[in-house]
């Protein structure tokens, strides 16, 4: 994965600002996401949310913050904190991720127009080679 100028100096613009190590960031039309070290979410957001509003107010964007982990199903979890099963295979070359989700929770982990589960599916893609994302009660 490489990451371009901008960014770069997006990323060095975040840690300097919150002391906290961002592996990448996604720029998106109205939000920036941010993926930081395990453990290290909370320090990012700040007290009562205050480093983070302050940075929403200086890329005038909404912030996004997910926790890294070498752990594929915790990272998952991080990614989508209502998933309640991950199980990956590979059928005929693709990797196929099947999230287990409470049938009251499916749209909230899918997202008006599906927007975060389609963030969730390329940030898989980006760190696990994701092909595809199924979603199973």
């Known amino acids: 994965m490489k990451l371009d100028t901008d960014s ?3 990323i060095n613009f975040f840690e300097k600002y919150t002391k906290v190590h961002a ?3 996604v720029v998106e039309p109205s939000n920036i996401i941010f993926i930081v070290e395990e453990g290290k979410a909370g320090k990012a957001i700040g007290k009562g949310g205050l480093t983070i509003n302050e940075l929403e107010k200086k890329f005038n964007k909404k912030i996004k913050i997910f926790e890294w982990s070498d752990n594929l199903e915790k990272f998952v979890s991080n990614l989508a904190p209502q998933a309640k099963s991950v199980k990956l295979e590979n059928l ?3 990797n196929i991720l099947t999230i287990g989700v409470d049938s009251n929770k499916r ?3 899918i997202g008006k127009g599906g ?3 389609n963030r969730i599916k390329m ?3 980006r760190y ?3 092909d595809e994302i199924k979603l199973q009660q």
């Open 128 to 130: 696990h080679n994701i």
């Open 123 to 125: 940030i898989l893609k």
């Open 115 to 117: 927007t975060n589960i």
């Open 8 to 10: 770069i100096k997006i």
């Open 107 to 109: 749209g909230l982990l």
């Open 92 to 94: 005929k070359g693709k």
């Open 23 to 25: 592996h990448d960031c």
